[in-house]
C-alpha cells in the first residue's frame, strides 16, 4: 500500500509567522510530489510541485523535498489569513497509477 | 480559458441506484482524471482516461466505471449504489496526463445517497 502521511492538525499559526507543513511518503519510487489547498466546500487548488531533492520557491511558498528521508514540507511565510484551508500533499508513486493524497493538514491563521 | 465544468453540482439517490457524473475538461486537455473525496478516506485515485481510453486505475470496485468521448469530455458512472459512495466527486484535467502534467480540479458533484 503506497501511503502519503500528514498530520490532520488543527495547526494554528499566528498571522504574519511561519507555518510549516509536513508530509511523509511510504514509495521510494517515487518521483514528482504535490501540495494542493483546499478551502472548505472547494476544490483543491495546486498550490506547488517539486521533482528534485532541495528547496523550490514561489512567492510565499516554499517546497522542500528529501528523498533519502521521504519528506516533502511546505513553508508559507508571512502567513494570512486567507492562507487557512486544508493542505493536501500529493504523489505520483512509482508506476503510472495516478496520484496519491495525504489526507491533509487543516491549518489555521490566527489574526 | 474556461476551467474545468462538472455536472450535476448535487446529486441524491438511493441505494441500488445507479448514477452517471460528467466532465468537461479545459480546452486542449486530454487526460480527464477521477477521485473521490471522504471525510473518513480523504481524496482517493479512481481512474484516468487519456485519448479515450483508461491508462490507469485505483483501487475502486468494477462498480465504478467511466469513459471519454472524442472531444475529451468524461463520465463516470456508479451501478448498484451504496451508503459509502456518499462523497465528493471530483474530476481532473491535464494535458499530457496525470503523471506528466499539473491537473486542474473540477468544483466537484456532492453525491449523497440515501
Known amino acids: 500500500q503506497k501511503e502519503v502521511e500528514q498530520n490532520s492538525g488543527p495547526l494554528s499559526v499566528p498571522e504574519g509567522a511561519i507555518a510549516s507543513l509536513n508530509c511523509t511518503y511510504s514509495?521510494?519510487?517515487?518521483?514528482?510530489f504535490f501540495w494542493y489547498r483546499q478551502y472548505s466546500g472547494k476544490s483543491p487548488e495546486l498550490i506547488m510541485s517539486?521533482?528534485?531533492?532541495g528547496d523550490k520557491e514561489d512567492g510565499r511558498f516554499t517546497a522542500q523535498l528529501n528523498k533519502a528521508s521521504q519528506y516533502v514540507s511546505l513553508l508559507i511565510r508571512d502567513s494570512q489569513p486567507s492562507d487557512s484551508a486544508t493542505y493536501l500533499c500529493?504523489?505520483?508513486?512509482?508506476?503510472?497509477?495516478?496520484?496519491?493524497f495525504g489526507k491533509g493538514t487543516h491549518l489555521i491563521i490566527q489574526p | 480559458k474556461a476551467g474545468v465544468t462538472q455536472t450535476p453540482r448535487y446529486l441524491i439517490k438511493t441505494r441500488g441506484q445507479q448514477v452517471t457524473l460528467s466532465c468537461s475538461p479545459i480546452?486542449?486537455?486530454?487526460?480527464v482524471s477521477w477521485y473521490q473525496q471522504t471525510p473518513g478516506q480523504g481524496l482517493q485515485f479512481l481512474f484516468e482516461?487519456?485519448?479515450?481510453?483508461?491508462?490507469n486505475k485505483g483501487n475502486f470496485p468494477g462498480r465504478f466505471s467511466g469513459r471519454q468521448f472524442s472531444n475529451s469530455r468524461s463520465e463516470m458512472n456508479v451501478s448498484t449504489l451504496e451508503l459509502g459512495d456518499s462523497a465528493l466527486y471530483l474530476c481532473?484535467?491535464?494535458?499530457?496526463?496525470?503523471?506528466?502534467?499539473?491537473?486542474?480540479f473540477g468544483p466537484g458533484t456532492r453525491l449523497t445517497v440515501l
Open positions: 481532473a484535467s491535464s494535458f499530457r496526463g496525470v503523471t506528466r502534467d499539473t491537473q486542474y
Open positions: 514509495d521510494r519510487g517515487s518521483q514528482s
Open positions: 517539486i521533482y528534485s531533492n
Open positions: 500529493a504523489v505520483i508513486p512509482g508506476g503510472a497509477d495516478g496520484l496519491t
Open positions: 480546452s486542449g486537455h486530454r487526460s
Open positions: 482516461y487519456f485519448s479515450e481510453t483508461q491508462r
